[in-house]
C-alpha cells in the first residue's frame, strides 16, 4: 500500500466518523473539523489535486491540439513557457489578448491561439461533475498554481485595464441579483458567520481573504475532485440563482481579480483541500 | 464673514475628501456592470435575463453596500410594504409542521433545479437557528427560538414575521433576507406556514 492510499484510507475512515456523529455538540464538530483539516495539511503529500498538477503538467509539455504544439510558447506573464512564479502575478493585463486574464482565462487563450483548440468547445462543459475528475484546462490550472506553491500574491494591478477590471469585480461582488436578491458579500461581507455549520469566510476582509484564497484550485472532498477558481464562482452563481457563468468571462475574472487583490500578500499554499 | 470662511473651508475638505475617494475607488458606470453581468451568461434564456439587472430595491441597496441613507431607507420600506398580499381570508397561520420541511429545504430555482422536482423551500435553517432538534444552523441571521413565545403569540407579531417573510425590507430596508413573497419564491400558503412554524404554540421553535 502506498503512502498515499493508506493516507486516503484514513480520511475515509475518519470522515466517517465525523458524518457518523451529528448529535455533536457545535464546538465538538467544528474541533473534529479542525483536526480533520490539520490531518490534510500535516501530510501535503495526501492531497489527491497533486495527482492532477501532475497530469496538468503532462498536458502543458505534450504536443497537442490541431497545431500540434505544446503550452511551453505560452506566456503566463513572465514569458513564454514561464510557469514557476506565474501565478503569483495573476491576474494580469496581456497585451497580445488586449485583456486582463486570470491563470484560467490565459490557458484557455493559450489552447485557442497557440494550439488551436475551438475555444466555444473548451467553454461548453468547462467544469466536471461530482465524482468526475477535473477537465484538461483545470488539471494544467492547477498544474501552473501549485508552481507557485509558497510564494505570496503580488499581482500588481497598476495598468489602467487591471484598474478597471478590480473595480468592476468589487462593484460585481456588491451587486445583488437573481430571485434571492444575493450577492457574493451577503455571504461573504461579515466576520464569523456559518451558512448552516460551514463557516463562511469575509472575502472584502483582507486578513481573511489571505487565509483562504490562496487554497484554490482545491480537491473538494466532498465531490472528489478539484475544483478551480472559475468553477468556484460558477458554484457561487448557481447558489445565487443564476445562470452559468461563462468560462474565463469578464465578470468572472473581475471578481477573482477582486478576491486576489483583497488577499495580496497572503500565502499561496495551491493546490489546497476543502471539505 | 467667519461663518462663511469656516463654511468654505469645510466645503472644500469636503470636494477634496470626495475627490480622493474618487481616486481611489473608481466609480463603475452601470451600464458596464450591466453589460459585463450580460456578455457572462451567454448560455441563459431570454427568461432569466432579468435575473442577472436587479430591481430598483436591490440597485439601491447594492449602491449603498446595504446601508441606505434615511430617506431612501423609507422609501425602500414604503415600496417593500406595497408588495405584500395577504390570505383572502386573512389568516396569516397555515401549518407549523409544512414550514418546518420548508424551513429545511433549500430546493429551487438553481439552473438544476428544471423541470422542478419538488416546492420551492424556505431555507430557513442556512442562516437561522429555529428549533432546539436541528443543530445544523447558520449563523447569517439571529436566532429564532422561542420566538413567538418571546412575543406572547400575539396577533401583531404574527403579522410582522408574515410580513418579514413576504418582503423583509418593509421591516428592514436592505436586509440580507430574501424577499420570499414578493419575488414569488414561495406562494403565500407557505409563507402562512413558515409564520406558524414561528408562531405557533405547538411549534417545535416555541418548545
Given amino acids: ?275 | 464673514m467667519q461663518f462663511k470662511t469656516i463654511a468654505l473651508i469645510i466645503s472644500v475638505a469636503g470636494l477634496a475628501t470626495t475627490a480622493a475617494v474618487a481616486q481611489t475607488k473608481p466609480k463603475v458606470d452601470p451600464a458596464k456592470a450591466d453589460a459585463a453581468m450580460k456578455t457572462a451568461f451567454p448560455k441563459a434564456p431570454a427568461d432569466w435575463h432579468p435575473r442577472l439587472v436587479g430591481d430598483e430595491t436591490m440597485k439601491d441597496c447594492s449602491a449603498h453596500r446595504n446601508t441606505p441613507p434615511q430617506a431612501l431607507a423609507k422609501t425602500i420600506r414604503e415600496r417593500a410594504k406595497a408588495t405584500i398580499q395577504y390570505p383572502p381570508d386573512g389568516k396569516l397561520m397555515g401549518d407549523w409542521k409544512k414550514g418546518e420541511a420548508l424551513a429545511q429545504s433549500g430546493y429551487g430555482m438553481r439552473f438544476t433545479d428544471y423541470p422542478p422536482k419538488r416546492v420551492n423551500g424556505g431555507n430557513c435553517y442556512a442562516c437561522h437557528q429555529l428549533t432546539k432538534q436541528e443543530v445544523s444552523y447558520g449563523t447569517m441571521g439571529p436566532s429564532l427560538l422561542e420566538y413567538g413565545k418571546i412575543r406572547k403569540f400575539s396577533e401583531a407579531d404574527t403579522k410582522i414575521a408574515y410580513d418579514k417573510i413576504y418582503n423583509s425590507h418593509a421591516t428592514f430596508p436592505c436586509s440580507l433576507m430574501p424577499r420570499f413573497g414578493a419575488n414569488n419564491f414561495l406562494t403565500i400558503d407557505q409563507i402562512k406556514d413558515l409564520t406558524a412554524l414561528l408562531m405557533s404554540p405547538d411549534s417545535p421553535v416555541n418548545k
Fill in chain 1, 1 to 275: 500500500m502506498t503512502k498515499r492510499t493508506r493516507w486516503l484510507m484514513t480520511l475515509a475512515c475518519c470522515t466517517v466518523a465525523a458524518m457518523a456523529t451529528p448529535a455533536f455538540a457545535q464546538g465538538d464538530t467544528e474541533k473534529q473539523l479542525e483536526k480533520y483539516r490539520q490531518m490534510m495539511k500535516d501530510d501535503p503529500w495526501s492531497n489527491p489535486a497533486l495527482l492532477d498538477a501532475d497530469r496538468g503538467e503532462e498536458l502543458w509539455k505534450k504536443p497537442r491540439g490541431p497545431k500540434n504544439v505544446s503550452l511551453e510558447s505560452c506566456d503566463l506573464g513572465k514569458g513564454p513557457g514561464k510557469v514557476d512564479g506565474a501565478f503569483a502575478e495573476l491576474p494580469r493585463y496581456f497585451a497580445d489578448a488586449d485583456k486582463v486574464m486570470d491563470v484560467e482565462a490565459r490557458i484557455l487563450w493559450c489552447m485557442e491561439k497557440l494550439q488551436g483548440f475551438e475555444r466555444a468547445k473548451l467553454v461548453e462543459r468547462p467544469h466536471p461533475g461530482g465524482g468526475a475528475p477535473v477537465k484538461e484546462l483545470g488539471a494544467i490550472a492547477t498544474y501552473v498554481a501549485s508552481r507557485s506553491n509558497g510564494l505570496k500574491f503580488a499581482a500588481k494591478f497598476d495598468h489602467p485595464k487591471e484598474k478597471e477590471v478590480l473595480a468592476l469585480g468589487e462593484n460585481l461582488f456588491f451587486r445583488r441579483m437573481g430571485p434571492m436578491d444575493f450577492a457574493c458579500s451577503t455571504c461573504h461581507a461579515d466576520t464569523g458567520k456559518r451558512i448552516r455549520l460551514q463557516p463562511l469566510p469575509y472575502l472584502s476582509k483582507p486578513e481573511e481573504a489571505r487565509k483562504v484564497v490562496g487554497e484554490w484550485p482545491a480537491y473538494r472532498v466532498s465531490t472528489t475532485h478539484v475544483m478551480t477558481m472559475q468553477h468556484r464562482v460558477y458554484d457561487c452563481f448557481w447558489q445565487m440563482r443564476l445562470p452559468q457563468v461563462e468560462l474565463a468571462s469578464d465578470a468572472s475574472v473581475a471578481l477573482i481579480a477582486y478576491l486576489v487583490n483583497t488577499a495580496k500578500g497572503g500565502n499561496i499554499s495551491a493546490p489546497g483541500m476543502k471539505r
